[in-house]
């Protein structure tokens, strides 16, 4: 009735969150298998409450009647093992920048975009969009139905986890040496990431732009729509967990903010809290374990003729990895596969 799995990167943070969301959402699995690179051999891994998993050695294992796999263990080991899953007939969700921008190979936000799973016959990979896209576009997309969206403009303010356990744990580490004035120079980071904000979240492009900044231009318009002008904004931020984006859409008509906020409450995935008061908005501590994406902070930009700001956060590791993958694998049970979820429901 259920499937095999595989899920690649198991040891690092967002392989952690894939097999909780697996085991938390009920997947259906008949086998699950823990995959990582060779150092990681034998290491332990838990899926579910009850089960432990030996971590096997990615490089040597055979896909063959592996019905679904989960990627995460970074772009240049997605490039040389998914095609090699895909070519046993493994469907690959793969949640690295390696394939994303290839035309024939979905880029899916459930919420947004699931009719271009039909694509997947393509080359049997799907391809799970940047964190700070997917939770922008779950909020954006039920407005995008009402007012056709012209242009975004949006800054982030994104975790030290979307570097990674290594990111999170440069964070903590430069924190405890300021607090008895000691330094440690950066290594995952540009600059010191304790009690600083940094303007660079990977590569400069040409244009001055980060390649963060270009990769939500890109799949904004790769996944909602090709005419959306996008600019943005990324920064690094000393959180642990959960990004943020101050986001000003410009509509191509008018979008009562009123209306806006009623569409977003009816909306899948989204939880609006927007009171006009002190705390009456979600931060990126609150979203921390949490599956939905938030909006807060709901009103009308006077600077252009159709216009609304709004505060979007979301945890990165669940909504922005993790739990957007486990979606697409049970979006592609219902549509194509066995339909077990229902079944078993």
Not at 62 to 91: E, W
Not at 128 to 139: D, E, G, H, K, R
Not at 174 to 198: G, H, L, R, S, W
Request: aromatic letters at 6%; a negative charge; proline letters at 4%.
């Amino acid at each position: 009735m259920g499937y095999k799995v595989a899920v690649v990167g198991a040891t690092g943070a967002v392989g952690y969150e894939m097999l909780a969301t697996l085991a938390e959402r009920k997947f259906p699995v008949d086998e699950i298998v823990a995959l990582a690179s060779s150092r990681s051999i034998g290491r332990e891994v838990s899926f579910g409450d009850d089960k432990v998993l030996k971590v096997q050695d990615l490089e040597t294992f055979n896909f063959k009647g592996t019905d679904i796999a989960l990627f995460s263990p970074g772009a240049k080991v997605s490039d040389i093992h998914a095609p090699r899953a895909a070519a046993a007939d493994c469907i690959v969700i793969d949640n690295t920048s390696r394939f994303r921008y290839d035309e024939d190979i979905p880029l899916i936000v459930p919420e947004v975009n699931p009719q271009d799973l039909e694509m997947f016959e393509n080359r049997y990979i799907i391809s799970n969009p940047n964190c700070s896209t997917i939770q922008m576009l779950v909020a954006l997309k039920p407005l995008h139905d009402l007012a056709p969206i012209k242009r975004i403009v949006v800054s982030t303010y994104q975790a030290t986890g979307g570097a990674g356990k290594a990111g999170m744990d440069e964070l903590f580490n430069q924190t405890k040496k300021t607090y008895v004035n000691e330094k440690m120079a950066p290594d995952v980071f540009q600059k010191e990431i304790a009690f600083n904000c940094i303007p660079q979240i990977d590569v400069f492009m040409d244009d001055g732009s980060t390649k963060e900044e270009w990769k939500m231009m890109v799949e904004t318009q790769k996944i909602l729509d090709p005419a959306i002008k996008v600019q943005a904004t990324c920064v690094r931020v000393p959180v642990f967990i959960g990004h943020a984006e101050a986001v000003t859409v410009e509509f191509e008509s008018a979008l009562d903010e009123n209306d806006a906020r009623d569409q977003l409450r009816e909306s899948d995935g989204v939880v609006v809290l927007d009171e006009r008061e002190p705390g009456g908005y979600i931060t990126q501590k609150e979203c921390a374990g949490d599956d939905a994406v938030y909006v807060s902070r709901i009103r009308k930009d006077p600077t252009v003729e159709h216009g609304l700001s709004m505060w979007i956060v979301s945890d990165n590791l669940r909504k922005g990895a993790a739990l957007n993958a486990v979606q697409i694998a049970e979006e592609m049970d219902r549509r194509f596969l066995k339909g077990a979820l229902d079944k078993a429901s």
